[in-house]
């Protein structure tokens, strides 16, 4: 099972390796800044049209911020 944790992680992961500031990825994403440090601390998650959002911003995929790749393989064993 996918946590809002495991989200958070991967957020702040490609943030970081982004060097772009909350400000300019709030700015990209069409979101105010203070939602952005919200994702990152965990006391808020991006509506999915967010998360899209900044996934194309940070040049994510989808599946892995969502752990989906981790997910199938967990259901395999």
């Known amino acids: 099972m996918v946590t809002n944790e495991q ?4 957020l702040i992961s490609a ?3 982004s060097g772009l500031t909350q400000s300019e990825i ?8 203070s ?3 919200q994702y990152l601390s965990g006391r808020a998650m991006p509506a999915v ?3 899209a ?3 194309e911003v940070l ?5 892995d911020v969502l752990c989906i790749h981790e997910f199938a393989e967990g259901n395999r064993k």
């Open 26 to 33: 709030a700015k990209r994403t069409g979101v105010i800044q």
């Open 59 to 63: 040049d994510l995929d989808a599946n």
């Open 49 to 51: 049209d967010t998360l």
């Open 35 to 37: 939602s952005i440090a």
């Open 53 to 55: 959002n900044l996934c």
């Open 15 to 17: 943030i970081r390796n």
């Open 7 to 10: 989200i958070r992680i991967k």
